[in-house]
C-alpha cells in the first residue's frame, strides 16, 4: 500500500467517525419541533426520565406563543408535575404513548416542582 492511499483512507475513515448516522442527515431538527406537533399532544401525560432514572410523570397543561417572527415558531411548552421534588433545570427525556421519545429542557417554575416550562424562541 502505498503511503498517499494510506493517509488517505484514514482521513476518510476518521471524518466518517464524527458524522451522525444517515437518517439523521435528512432530520432538521428545527422541522420536527413545529407548535403543530405539540397541539396534538395537550393534556397528554408524559414518563419523566433524567437519564435512565424515572423521576415522575407530568402533563403538557398549555402551548402559550411566543412573538411573531417571519419563519420562526416560538412558543412555550407549560407542563404540570406530580414530581416528588422539584427537578433541576436540565434536558429530559419525556415518553407517552402514541409519540416518539422527546429530549427537551425544562424549566421549574415554581419551587414545588409542580410546574415546569420548555421554551422554544430564538432567546432559549
Not at 8 to 30: D, E, F, Y
Not at 100 to 124: I, K, N, T, V
Request: aromatic residues 8%; hydrophobic residues 40%.
Amino acid at each position: 500500500m502505498q503511503r498517499r492511499h494510506f493517509i488517505t483512507g484514514c482521513s476518510a475513515a476518521l471524518v466518517a467517525t464524527t458524522m451522525a448516522p444517515p437518517q439523521l442527515w435528512t432530520r432538521n431538527p428545527v422541522e420536527t419541533m413545529r407548535r403543530a406537533r405539540f397541539e396534538k399532544l395537550l393534556g397528554s401525560e408524559f414518563r419523566l426520565y433524567d437519564g435512565l432514572r424515572f423521576v415522575g410523570h407530568v402533563r403538557l397543561d398549555a402551548i402559550d406563543d411566543g412573538p411573531d417572527v417571519a419563519g420562526l415558531e416560538q412558543f412555550t411548552l407549560l407542563w404540570k408535575g406530580d414530581c416528588a421534588e422539584c427537578l433541576p433545570e436540565g434536558i429530559y427525556t419525556l415518553e407517552t404513548a402514541g409519540a416518539p421519545r422527546l429530549e427537551l429542557a425544562l424549566e421549574p417554575m415554581d419551587l414545588e416542582g409542580s410546574r415546569y416550562r420548555s421554551a422554544f424562541s430564538l432567546l432559549s
